[in-house]
């Protein structure tokens, strides 16, 4: 099993990809393409760090990285863009950034 790594999006340099009939929010880390899974506030941190361990125990390489937004941590969920999101037990849109709403 894979540790999720975590990092800060500032080393980050999002791009959009077309997969699936989608546009999604991507990044390039350390030779592999990850796609946005779902991002969170700082107050639901544990529940991003969840997810990320659920993906990594699918063998997927995942990463969390944490930015700072209009005074508030946000945390980000980045998996292997291989993976595919809709067969996950995780069972979440493509990207659930409804997520800082709740």
Not at 34 to 58: D, H, I, T
Not at 80 to 101: E, Q, V
């Amino acid at each position: 099993m894979l540790i999720p790594e975590i990092i800060s999006e500032s080393a980050l340099q999002p791009f959009k990809v077309y997969q699936e009939g989608q546009i999604l929010q991507a990044i390039l880390y350390r030779f592999t393409v990850y796609r946005l899974a779902s991002r969170f506030g700082a107050y639901r941190r544990s529940e991003a760090f969840e997810l990320a361990w659920r993906f990594s125990e699918e063998g997927y390489p995942t990463l969390v990285s944490m930015k700072a937004e209009l005074g508030q941590s946000i945390y980000s969920v980045w998996v292997d863009i291989r993976h595919t999101l809709a067969h996950s037990p995780c069972n979440l849109p493509p990207t659930a950034d409804f997520a800082l709403m709740n």
